[in-house]
């Protein structure tokens, strides 16, 4: 079906006038939802949340002036959603950074207006000709966002097959901040981690507060803790808790990685960050035939 037919046929079967509609932009559509609690855009391509704003605040999501939006090319910014590997694919050189599901075309399952004024989107993806380039075995992968004064996203995957598989994943959410060299990150305090910008280093120990002052990728280990990205320059704190993670990634590219990057504005690093929610590294997940993992993250303003 051609973009513009699958655009009719999506705001035929679930637009909400004025609250829910489905719009085009690059070759890509999108959900546009505009609520009394908040506002949210998500991309049918990747099932990628782009942005989310509470009533009266600004945008928690940060998204690329350079973003593509085109097939088999990832959205920069909002959540990427990295699955079935988190970074490059352990041999196949050839397979996308952060596995397939971010670049595949997913399909809208349910899209409803609960009674307390949020909304819920389910968008799936099963096996395809592109998934099977890189990985055989059978899944059923679920992307759940509820939408109400805060953001739930959620990551259901399924083992639907007869063969056990491991998977890494994250939902690498991109938070917009007024400066990186005025925001700190709390909760991490005592928790190891490894760094792999700028020489990799193992088993550091977090030291207080997280600031930024160089290229930063760190992965921290064994936490189930929230973070709190303080902001005084936008007068806000974000609140990203998670649940089913064991990993949690922080990043920011610094100068010399973002001019590196063809969808990364060189200066754009300023006023950006990551947290993502992850099972990566030795938190891998292995499921047996028939069962499921979710795993999820909470964002919210205070
Ligand atoms: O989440 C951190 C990271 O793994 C970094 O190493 C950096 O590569 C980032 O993800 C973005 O990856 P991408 O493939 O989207 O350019």
């Given at each position: 079906m051609d973009m513009k037919r699958k655009l009719e046929s999506l705001n035929e079967f679930f637009r909400i006038p004025g609250e829910l509609e489905f719009e085009l932009r690059g070759s890509q559509i999108f959900a546009k939802i505009s609520g009394s609690l908040s506002s949210a855009e998500i991309c049918l391509h990747g099932a990628h949340v782009m942005s989310f704003v509470p009533r009266g605040g600004r945008d928690l999501l940060w998204l690329s002036s350079k973003s593509w939006f085109e097939k088999e090319k990832p959205i920069r910014g909002g959540i990427p959603v990295c699955?079935?590997?988190?970074?490059?694919?352990s041999s196949l050189k050839d397979a996308p950074s952060h596995g397939f599901a971010r670049i595949s075309e997913w399909n809208l399952k349910s899209a409803e207006c609960l009674p307390d004024g949020s909304y819920a989107l389910v968008f799936s993806l099963s096996p395809n000709d592109f998934s099977e380039k890189f990985w055989n075995f059978q899944f059923s992968l679920e992307l759940k966002a509820l939408i109400s004064s805060k953001l739930r996203v959620e990551l259901n995957c399924r083992n639907i097959g007869d063969k056990s598989f491991e998977f890494s994943a994250a939902l690498h959410s991109y938070f917009s901040v007024s400066d990186i060299s005025k925001v700190q990150i709390g909760g991490l305090d005592g928790v190891s981690y490894t760094e792999t910008a700028g020489g990799a280093s193992d088993d550091l120990i977090q030291n207080g507060a997280i600031s930024f002052s160089a290229e930063t990728d760190r992965v921290y280990r064994d936490s189930e803790a929230d973070c709190v990205i303080r902001d005084p320059g936008f007068k806000r704190a974000i609140r990203v808790a998670k649940s089913g993670s064991r990993s949690t990634v922080v990043w920011n590219p610094w100068i010399a990685k973002s001019a590196r990057m063809?969808?990364?504005?060189?200066?754009?690093y300023l006023g950006m960050l990551c947290i993502e929610a992850a099972n990566c590294g030795r938190d891998i997940v292995r499921l047996e035939p028939g069962q499921s993992h979710c795993l999820a993250t909470i964002l919210s303003a205070e």
């Open positions: 699955w079935p590997w988190f970074g490059p694919h063809p969808d990364f504005g060189d200066d754009e």
